[in-house]
């Protein structure tokens, strides 16, 4: 490589699980106990610039115009690193990072975090691989990473063994048809367990979590014969008793966690009231306090207006299914 500037800049899109990926079977290469599979939203994304340069003295990190140090900018460069081990260079690199989700917002940000990184840096860098490969880096920043490299549906393979070029992503759908996610956000306080200790607790303390793999293999499989048949009714069952099952993982953990609280309780029970009334609404959750209702698009905003009685306008987000990554 010669001493020449590389830039680019992307914006990637969150996804919201609706088969779960929860826990890791190797944590170093972030290869995961099960497959997973998710819709990418329109409405949430992080951009992101990188510029790697040899004229820098070394890697920084700003994130929503704050300059980033330690663990923060720790965690990016070891990122960076994984791309400058495989193609052999050392740049420096800037990189200048912005979130786009609603202030009150508190959603997990990191999937697209690391895909608009490693679609950045595969830009910058002129690699010239696949949205497969680059889902290989991305699932190594953050697991459920590797699904926004693609629009729409996608699939995160869980792979073989310890083979990290195995557990990659790819689309399966790209959702153009009547479907949509209405985000409720719930109190949206720092949360005290991150996914990636949640995880690791429920699978060691969980006497529940050793039935989680044949229940999502079930799930995927079912979920996938949904998707073909755009049937909204059963993708919103699967993903609804998926999204259930995992947070009865991590109730039955020991000690004991949820991330729910009574605002979430009340979402889900208000979705479920939407359902007796006739609306095919469904509702998923994370690792977080927010609800996330699965419905066709045409039904939408009269259950966005139902919502409104108990949930304030703004926290209350409609988002289409989103696309792959993009250059801005
Ligand atoms: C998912 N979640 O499939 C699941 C459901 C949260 C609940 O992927 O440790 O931030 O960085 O791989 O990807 C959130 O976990 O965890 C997540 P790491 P990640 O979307």
Redesign the pocket.
Known sequence: MTADKYQARMRAHTN??LV???G?RNKNL?LPVTS?L?LTLDAFYTETEVLFDPSLKEDSFTLDGQVQTGQSLAKVSNFVDLFRRDFNMSLPVQITSRNHVPTAAGL?S??SAFAALAAASNQALGLGLSPEEVSVYARQG????SRSLFGGFALWHKGQGDDSASSYAQQIDPADWDIAMLVVLVNPGPKKIS??QG?EHTMQSSPFYALWPEEVAKDLSAMEDAIKDRNIDQIGIIAEHNAMK?HATMIASNPSFTYWQAQSLLAMERVRQLRQAGYSAYFTM??GPNVKVICPYSQVEAIRQALLDDFAEDHLVISRPGPAPYAV
């Open positions: 919201i699980a779960k990926y929860w890791k972030f997973s998710s997990a990191s999937a953050s697991g459920s990473a996914s990636r995880m995992m994370d690792a």
